[in-house]
């Protein structure tokens, strides 16, 4: 069975400041409405993933959550990783790569510039930077999580808001 890896970028966040974190950005009302469309849009695809999972920076779950709802997928069912946070694309590949066979859709919920590198690495094509609450399909004709690598998927489709 081919493997579908769906990686989504966060939503529009608010801009930091001195007195807030970054992990604690939340997202703008153009990110909530943003990430929704695209949530919807996938679902008119009937490209809905098995297992969301995501960032623990706020804006990273909170886009997650509404890509939930949009798809009538529990909230607490989404799988929060902190990993992903900040991540660099050999982090990324090594989450990835562990992912449980059981689930050949999944989607992946953080940020930039880790997720535009990750779909560049694993690609047959280049993209220049995945925009806010946009969603990439990379499909992988492999049976196993752990084959994921360098050059071996396929970019099926990029929706961005």
Not at 10 to 18: D, E, F, N, V
Not at 41 to 58: D, F, I, M, R, T
Not at 123 to 138: C, H, M, N, V
Request: hydrophobic letters at 45%.
């Amino acid at each position: 069975m081919a493997k579908k890896l769906l990686i989504v970028r966060h939503g529009k966040a608010a801009h930091g400041s001195i007195d807030l974190q970054d992990i604690l950005r939340d997202l703008t009302a153009d990110g909530n409405t943003s990430s929704i469309a695209v949530a919807e849009k996938l679902l008119q695809k009937g490209e809905v993933p098995e297992l969301l999972v995501s960032s623990n920076a706020k804006r990273a779950l909170k886009t997650a959550q509404f890509f939930a709802a949009t798809w009538n997928i529990p909230k607490d069912s989404i799988l929060i990783q902190p990993k992903i946070y900040e991540a660099s694309v050999s982090i990324l590949l090594s989450l990835i790569e562990a992912f449980n066979d059981e689930y050949d859709f999944i989607a992946i919920f953080g940020h930039n510039p880790g997720f535009t590198d990750l779909v560049n690495y694993l690609s047959d094509e280049q993209i220049f930077e995945l925009p806010t609450s946009s969603a990439t399909l990379l499909t992988f004709d492999q049976s196993s999580w752990a084959e994921t690598s360098k050059g071996l998927g396929k970019l099926f489709f990029s929706i961005a808001p």
